[in-house]
């Protein structure tokens, strides 16, 4: 089966292999150059040096690290201003909600462009912000929100930029020498390539709490970096999932770090999007706002989700359906995993078959 559904993703023979290595105990030397390695290859792929900044790893899906990240790096005297422009935008209000976090939310309608004036109104209101978050890649729309322009705007009123790049990290720019952004969460499955269930969280050293915010046991940030900066674990880590990150880590490094895996991306994103359009199935976005990893279509006249979806699978792909108010008139389909080219043909050649039958049918009906 061909996953095109925004991770988990088909993994490379070489990083499924890395499933089945040995049994480990994670208390023994070798996990710990696992977690070591796995540490150093994190940093590498932007790359960052380990002096400024932390990978911090947790297991757990991508959400675990998100709220690992705002749980842990907004003080109890802080506050936090969230973007909310699509379903995981509204996830990190979500989460501020629960942990009881001082926070407003910029809600925009889920698919707009980031509002920076209405940003600005936000954060110039009293009491003022101490952090900002925000969904580098909106998932649910395959917009790439302006993570610049929101730095800038943190910087120029002191605040401290939180992003939730699950689903951007290891394949779109990402600038951590803005001094604003204080951390990034991300998850292994993604555009790392990696099976799921660890989740890690970039956090610059300076903005990591003496004390914790004392929200959450197993998801407090400062737990797991002790921890780990001394080679260890505070909990019991995902050991599999560790052995395919680490290999993932290491296939994305010998293949030429995240520009290569995006341009790949965009090559793909590319043929897929001209063979849609030239069966009059129109992208959701333009270019110039959208990610290489994900782009939404607009569901082809005559042909809803719960069709397009069953008869694609049925010729061995899983495409994603629209969320929310979107359920009903996108569809989605990632480029993310061990996929290529020639499955892209065979994807845009099972569409047309079904879009052929789809229009005989209804011509029929009719
Ligand atoms: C996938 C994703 C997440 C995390 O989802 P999980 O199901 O917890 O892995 C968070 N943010 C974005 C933008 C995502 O695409």
Redesign the pocket.
Known sequence: MILLN??PVNLTERVRAALTLPDLCHREREFGELQNEIRARLLQVYPLPPERWAPVLVSG????A?EAMLASLVPREGRLLVVDNGV?GA?LADIAACHGIAHAVARQAWGTPVDLEALTRHLDAQPGFTHVAL?Q???TTGRLNDVAAVGRLCRSRNAALLV?A??SFGAEALDFDDGSLAACAA?AN?CLHGA?GV?FVIVRRAALPEKSAGRSVYLDLARHHRAQDAGDTAFTPAVPVFYALREALRELADQGGWHVRHQRYRGLATAVEDGLVGFGVEPLLRDGERSVVLRAYHLPAGLDYAALHDGLKQRGFVIYAGQGKLAASIFRVSTMGAIDAADMQRFLDAVAGLLGTARHSGAQAR
């Open positions: 925004p991770g899906s991508g959400t675990a998100v995981y996830r969904v890649h909106e998932t939730d699950v689903s998850s993604k799921p989740s």
